[in-house]
């Protein structure tokens, strides 16, 4: 499970719409296999956006974004401090790259994980955010343990979040040799 987004110059600076605050379950999703609000109350963990509210750049996309499918449980903490200067530092990025940027975030779930509400939400014991950047063809990747404490440290390569995780998210052919 992940998110991707496009992000460039045009995109962040239109991204200057007014926070909806307005969290929904996603009735897309079948009931038993979503989150409800409800999960979340009296958790200790915060609703966790993986494509960020202040990337939107419209009103539709930025409501959108308050869907419960588009969030974990995140330590508050780590949302509010690390994990916020990582989606900041993002879009300063974006907002210099010579063209699109694409960013790819998501969760890493392990059995240990605890669970959150009637519904068992599993809470991400990791969370990465891989940054590509079209034009000159570089990668890289922020990779937070999901609990109090983490603080922003060097980005890791492609490669070693290829290795974490499993997943190849980029063809081959995108990467600079």
Do not use: C
């Amino acid at each position: 499970m992940f998110v991707a987004q496009r992000l460039n110059r045009q995109s962040v600076e239109d991204a200057d719409e007014k926070r909806a605050k307005r969290f929904f379950a996603d009735a897309r999703l079948p009931s038993g296999e979503r989150a409800e609000l409800e999960d979340y109350k009296n958790s200790g963990y915060s609703r966790g956006h993986m494509a960020p509210a202040g990337d939107m750049p419209t009103p539709t996309a930025m409501a959108q974004s308050f869907s419960l499918a588009n969030m974990v449980p995140q330590n508050p903490q780590q949302n509010g401090g690390a994990w916020n200067k990582i989606e900041q530092d993002t879009r300063r990025y974006a907002r210099r790259a010579k063209g699109d940027v694409f960013v790819i975030t998501g969760p890493v779930f392990t059995d240990s994980g605890p669970r959150i509400g009637a519904n068992g939400v599993k809470v991400p014991t990791y969370l990465y955010k891989l940054v590509y950047d079209v034009t000159t063809q570089r990668a890289w990747a922020h990779w937070q343990e999901n609990r109090e404490g983490e603080t922003v440290s060097r980005p890791i390569s492609y490669q070693e979040l290829v290795k974490r995780t499993g997943v190849e998210f980029l063809p081959k052919s995108a990467l600079q040799h």
